[in-house]
C-alpha cells in the first residue's frame, strides 16, 4: 500500500461510498484493502468495490481526487469531490471548482429534492458531493479541460458552507474586479486560476531552488532574525519600538551583515528565503514588504557565484518555458550605459546608442560646434525604427522639452529618413553628402526611420537616449507592432559598476553606489585611497529583460579595509558596525553572495503588469493592506507603554 494512503483514510472513504449502516455491518476482516499499481494509478478494493488515487494532492483529506485529475479511464468508479460552486445551469449541470482544476457534475433528472438543491445554492458555496464517474457523450466532450472527456453524476449531496447570495465579484476569468478591490477580498481573488497558477509556479521554483542549493551543493538553510539594528547607508528602514525609552529595532533591508557574520562562522555556504523590508514608496516593481532568495559562500569569486546562479536558475527553470542557456552574456556597467542609457539593458531588441562625436565634429553649424565644445560634452544618437512611419511631431517636440528640462541636453535633433536614405531635418543643410552617408552606415538606417542626435554631457544624454528608447519600444508593443518576443527571457549580468557616487546632498561627500560593505576591483585599489570615485567595484547586477532580479558582489572581509571605508570615504560612525567588524578580525574567509527578487523574478515569470500579482497578500502603492485595514492607530495606553507621542500638528 502506498505510504501516503494510510488504512484510516481509505476506510472513511469507503464510509462515504457504502454508506454508514453498510460500513458498521461489515466483519473487520472485510475493512482490509488490496492494493495495485497500474501506469502510475494506484487501485484500491475494499468490500467488493474498486477506486483509484492519481496523485497524492488528495492525501489525507475526505476526497478521493481533486477537480482536475478525473479522466476516462476514471469511467464507472465512484468518487468524492469536495470544492467550489462556480456554476449551475438548471439544477441539471453544476461546475465544481477546487484548487486544482473543475468538474462538471449531472444531477440525474429523477433526483428532483437535489436538482432543488443545487438551484437554491449560492454561487462560491462549498460542497462535499458522491457521484459516480461517466463518458461525456462524444459532442459533448471539450478538449481544452483535462477533465472534458468526463462527468460525474451526483448521488449525494453535502452542502459544507453556503456562500453568502451577493459576493463583491464571482472567481470566474471573465468577471476582472479591479486591483482594490481585489486586495480588500483577496480571500476571494486567491481562488482564481491566475492567482493559483501564480502562487504555484511561485511554490514550485522556491522547492527547486531549496533541492538543488541544499541537496545537490551543500547550502545550509538558516533562518537569519527580523529584528535587528540600524545598518548605515542604504534604503530606509522601518524601526520597532520596545520597552526601553528611546530604544528602537530595525527591520533589516535585507540578511547582508547576517550572512557575512555566516561566514566567519564557518557555516561555508547559506542560503534562506527571506523576508526583507524596506521603507520607501511601492511601485509595480516594489513592496515595503518582499522576498528574495540570499545566498552567501566562503572561497568564492565573481565567476563562481555567477556560475551558481545561472545553475540555479536552469534548475528551477519552469519545463513549460524554452531552457535557458549554459552561461548569460556579460556587459559591464560602462558598456550598458553607452550602449542602452541605463545599467539594466533590454537586450530583446537592438536600437542602441551610438557616439557620434568625431561625424558630429563634421558638421558646418556653429550652434553644434559651440554644444559640443563646452567641457564634457559629447553627441550621441539613436536609430528608432520606423518611427517616421509611426511618430507623430507631437510626440518628438515632447521628448525634446523633456530632455532640456530634465537632462540638461544642448541640442537635440530629429532626422527622417526618407526612401533613398536622404535626410529631412532641419540640420541636414549642415551635413555634407559624406557626413550623412558615414552616419546612415554607423546607424544602419532604413527608410522610415527617425534618428535622434543628442548633444551633451555623456551621463546625461546616455540616460535620455535610454528612455526613449524603452518609451518607442513599448509604444510598438501597444501598437501592435512586434520588434521583440514578449515570451523572450534575456539574462544578463552587468558588471564592473563604480564602487562610490556622489552623495544626493552635493556636497562632494561619496555613498556606496550599492551598499558598504562590496570589495572593490583588485585592479583599482590603489585608487581607493587617492581618487575612489574612480574605483569599480565587484558588484554584479543580473537583469531579465530590462528589470533587475538579483544583486550581489564580493564582499570586504578585511576589517582595516572596511573601517577605512566606513569612517574615511562615507564618513559613517563605524561604532554601530563594530559587531562586523571585529567578525572580520577573527579570521573570516574571502566570501561573496548574491539576493534574488523572487516575487519579481516570478511575476516576470507569469507575465504580470505588477509584483502584487505573485504576493499572497501585498501591500498597495502606498504601503496599505486593504484587506485588514493596516496600518492602524494605536491607543494612547498602547502609545505610552512604547513611549511614543504622536505629534497631530
Not at 457504502?18 to 455491518?25: A, D, M, P, Q, V
Not at 488515487?53 to 468508479?77: I, M
Amino acid at each position: 500500500m502506498a505510504a501516503s494512503m494510510s488504512r484510516t483514510r481509505i476506510l472513511h472513504m469507503f464510509r462515504h461510498f457504502i454508506g454508514s449502516n453498510t460500513f458498521r455491518k461489515l466483519p473487520f476482516c472485510c475493512m482490509l484493502c488490496r492494493y495495485q499499481s497500474f501506469g502510475g494509478k494506484r487501485f484500491y478494493s475494499l468490500a467488493g468495490k474498486e477506486f483509484y488515487v492519481k496523485n497524492d494532492s488528495s492525501s489525507f483529506a475526505w476526497r478521493t481526487h481533486n477537480c482536475g485529475e478525473l479522466d476516462s479511464s476514471a469511467a464507472g468508479q465512484q468518487v468524492l469531490l469536495c470544492g467550489w460552486v462556480q456554476h449551475q445551469r438548471m439544477g441539471l449541470f453544476v461546475t465544481l471548482r477546487d484548487s486544482y482544476g473543475v468538474t462538471q457534475l449531472v444531477i440525474p433528472e429523477e433526483k428532483k429534492l437535489l436538482q432543488k438543491e443545487f438551484c437554491s445554492l449560492p454561487l462560491e458555496s462549498v460542497v462535499m458531493v458522491k457521484g459516480t464517474v461517466n463518458l461525456r457523450p462524444t459532442k459533448q466532450q471539450n478538449k481544452k479541460m483535462s477533465t472534458g472527456d468526463i462527468e460525474v453524476t451526483v448521488s449525494e449531496l453535502n452542502v459544507m458552507n453556503p456562500a453568502r447570495p451577493k459576493l463583491p465579484f464571482q472567481v470566474v476569468d471573465y468577471q476582472q474586479a479591479n486591483e482594490a478591490l481585489r486586495m480588500q477580498y483577496r480571500y476571494l481573488d486567491l481562488r482564481s486560476v491566475e492567482m493559483q497558477r501564480h502562487l504555484r509556479m511561485r511554490s514550485n521554483m522556491v522547492m527547486k531552488m531549496r533541492e538543488f542549493l541544499c541537496n545537490q551543493n551543500g547550502f545550509v538553510d538558516v533562518e537569519t532574525p527580523t529584528l535587528f539594528r540600524r545598518t548605515p547607508g542604504g534604503a530606509k528602514e522601518f524601526v520597532v519600538p520596545t520597552h526601553a525609552a528611546g530604544k528602537f529595532y530595525s527591520l533589516p533591508q535585507s540578511p547582508q551583515q547576517f550572512k557575512q557574520l555566516l561566514m566567519a562562522g564557518g557555516i561555508d555556504r547559506y542560503m534562506q528565503v527571506a523576508r526583507c523590508y524596506r521603507d520607501e514608496g511601492s511601485r509595480p516593481d516594489r513592496q515595503p514588504e518582499f522576498t528574495q532568495v540570499d545566498l552567501e559562500m566562503s572561497f568564492v569569486d565573481q565567476e563562481g557565484i555567477m556560475s551558481l546562479v545561472e545553475s540555479l536558475l536552469r534548475n528551477c527553470w519552469p519545463s513549460e518555458y524554452p531552457a535557458l542557456p549554459a552561461a548569460f552574456p556579460r556587459m559591464t556597467y560602462a558598456d550598458a550605459i553607452s550602449q542602452y542609457g541605463c545599467d539594466k539593458p533590454d537586450t530583446r531588441f537592438n536600437m542602441t546608442i551610438h557616439n557620434l562625436t568625431s561625424h558630429l565634429k563634421l558638421c558646418e553649424a556653429d550652434f553644434v560646434q559651440e554644444a559640443l565644445s563646452s567641457a564634457g560634452s559629447s553627441g550621441h544618437a539613436i536609430n528608432l525604427v520606423q518611427a517616421a512611419n509611426h511618430l507623430s511631431s507631437k510626440q518628438i517636440e515632447k521628448w525634446r522639452a523633456h530632455g532640456k528640462s530634465h537632462f540638461k541636453l544642448q541640442g537635440l535633433f530629429s532626422v527622417r529618413i526618407k526612401k533613398d536614405l536622404q535626410w529631412q531635418s532641419s540640420i541636414v543643410k549642415f551635413a555634407t553628402a559624406t557626413m550623412q552617408q558615414t552616419i546612415n552606415d554607423e546607424m544602419g538606417v532604413e527608410a522610415g526611420d527617425l534618428m535622434l542626435l543628442c548633444i551633451g554631457e555623456v551621463q546625461d544624454v546616455c540616460s535620455f537616449l535610454g528612455k526613449v528608447r524603452l518609451e518607442y519600444a513599448e509604444f510598438l508593443q501597444e501598437k501592435d507592432v512586434s520588434i521583440y518576443d514578449k515570451k523572450k527571457f534575456n539574462f544578463l549580468w552587468v558588471t564592473d559598476f563604480p564602487l562610490f557616487l556622489p552623495a544626493e546632498q552635493l556636497d562632494g561627500s561619496l555613498m556606496s553606489a550599492h551598499h558598504p560593505f562590496t570589495a572593490p576591483n583588485p585592479e583599482d585599489m590603489p585608487l581607493i585611497h587617492s581618487d575612489p570615485t574612480k574605483v569599480r567595484s565587484q558588484h554584479y547586477d543580473l537583469v531579465l529583460n530590462g528589470q533587475e532580479v538579483g544583486g550581489g558582489s564580493i564582499r570586504i572581509h578585511d576589517a582595516h579595509l572596511q573601517r577605512y571605508v566606513l569612517e574615511k570615504i562615507l564618513q559613517e560612525n563605524s561604532s554601530e558596525m563594530e559587531h562586523l567588524l571585529e567578525a572580520l578580525e577573527s579570521g573570516c574567509p574571502p566570501h561573496g553572495g548574491i539576493a534574488l527578487g523572487l516575487d519579481r523574478l516570478v511575476a516576470m515569470l507569469c507575465q504580470t503588469k505588477s509584483i502584487r500579482d505573485v504576493i499572497a497578500f501585498p501591500k498597495t502603492t502606498d504601503g496599505k493592506c486593504l484587506l485588514s485595514g493596516a496600518p492602524t492607530e494605536l491607543s494612547q495606553e498602547q502609545l505610552h507603554h512604547y513611549y511614543i507621542k504622536v505629534d497631530s500638528s
